[in-house]
Nanobody, 124 residues
C-alpha cells in the first residue's frame, strides 16, 4: 500500500503561482511513477502531469505545458507541482497519484494509489 498526502493548495489571483506537494509513504518511493490529476466541479478527472521514478522523464497535458512543472525529491519521498500563471480555469481539486513500475501513464485508471486531494481556487 501507498499513502499519499497532498498539501499546498489555496486561493490565489489569476497570474499567481502555487506549489503543490505530495508526500508518499508505505512503499519505496523510487519504485513509483507519480502523477497529478485535477477535477473541477461537474467535470471528469483530468490528467495534469506525470514523472517517472528517477525524475528523468516527465509528461504534461497540452494545456499545462509551459506553465506547470512536475518534479520529485526521492530523498524526501515527495513529488511537487509548480503552477505558474494560474488561470481561473485551473480551479479544481488536485490529486496526487502513484503506481509501481517504469511506465508513466496519462490515464487515471492506471494509477492504483490516490491522495485525498487539495483545493486550488483561482479568481480573476
Amino acid at each position: 500500500q501507498v499513502q499519499l498526502v497532498e498539501s499546498g493548495g489555496g486561493s490565489v489571483q489569476a497570474g499567481d503561482s502555487l506549489r503543490l506537494s505530495c508526500a508518499a509513504s508505505g512503499r519505496t518511493f523510487r519504485s513509483l511513477a507519480m502523477g497529478w490529476f485535477r477535477q473541477a466541479p461537474g467535470k471528469e478527472r483530468e490528467f495534469v502531469a506525470a514523472i517517472n521514478w528517477s525524475g528523468g522523464s516527465t509528461i504534461y497535458a497540452d494545456s499545462m505545458k509551459g506553465r506547470f512543472t512536475i518534479s520529485r525529491d526521492n530523498a524526501k519521498n515527495t513529488v511537487y507541482l509548480q503552477m505558474n500563471s494560474l488561470k481561473p480555469e485551473d480551479t479544481a481539486v488536485y490529486y496526487c497519484a502513484a503506481r509501481a513500475g517504469i511506465e508513466v501513464p496519462r490515464v487515471a485508471r492506471d494509477y492504483p494509489y490516490w491522495g485525498q486531494g487539495t483545493q486550488v481556487t483561482v479568481s480573476s
